[in-house]
């Protein structure tokens, strides 16, 4: 089946860490995205990419990193920088940058800094 | 900036009440509008979706339309079942300076009881 595949679901982080969450797509969509959720609040933009090889920052890239070196992985780091990561990951795409294109969604991946 | 206002939660009703979530924009130029749902420790589901004025989203016995004179897009089920449980987000998408930004509401939490 298509559709979005996001790893580890669950992930421990040690102060200082950088750690990548994983994010492949078999859905030949161009364009993908990564989204941040905290509780009671909704979904902040963090990176996203409409082609291989070019991605642009989102509302809140401070302290993240992302790479698209394939069409169906869009991988994101969390590096030492981002003061507060503990946080929900959503990766998502959509066939490309178009306003009524449908973004569709991961299950996310929680991250935890212990 | 782009925005989205949603009702607060949580809402509680009884199975077979009538459900309306409301949800006001802000946006520049011509939005898609969404409603997405999602399940605990999950990721979000599109629900349905309107891409220009007076459409009418349908899924699942929820329905929305598209009111640019009032700028909302107000979710609604005539009869609500415990499994509707989640929390609903209302979302805009806009394509500004080559990118495609979803902007979300905060969400709200649905609790449906027997």
């Known amino acids: 089946d298509g559709g979005i595949t996001q790893s580890p679901k669950y992930l421990f982080r040690k102060e200082g860490q950088n750690v990548t969450l994983s994010c492949e797509q078999n859905?030949?969509?161009?364009?993908m995205y990564w989204y941040r959720q905290d509780p009671g609040q909704g979904l902040r933009l963090i990176y996203y990419s409409q082609i291989v090889n070019d991605f642009q920052k989102g509302d809140i890239a401070e302290g993240y990193s992302v790479s698209r070196e394939k069409k169906e992985s869009f991988p994101l780091t969390v590096t030492s920088a981002q003061k507060n990561p503990t946080a929900f990951y959503l990766c998502a795409s959509s066939i490309r940058i178009s306003s009524g294109n449908t973004i569709y969604f991961g299950e996310g991946s929680w991250l935890t800094v212990v | 900036g782009d925005s989205v206002t949603q009702m607060e939660g949580p809402v509680t009703l009884s199975e077979e009440a009538f459900l309306t979530i409301n949800c006001t924009y802000t946006a520049t130029g011509y939005p898609s509008l969404f409603w997405y749902v999602q399940y605990p420790g999950e990721g979000l589901q599109l629900l349905l979706k309107?891409?220009?004025?007076?459409d009418k989203g349908s899924n699942k016995g929820f329905e929305a339309t598209y009111r640019k004179e009032t700028t909302s897009f107000h979710l609604e089920k005539g009869s609500v079942q415990v499994s509707d449980s989640a929390v609903y987000f209302c979302?805009?998408?806009?394509?500004?300076?080559?990118?495609?930004?979803?902007?979300f509401g905060t969400g709200t939490q649905l609790k449906v009881e027997l």
């Open positions: 859905l030949n969509h161009d364009a």
């Open positions: 979302a805009l998408t806009t394509v500004t300076g080559g990118g495609n930004k979803l902007t």
């Open positions: 309107a891409t220009k004025a007076d």
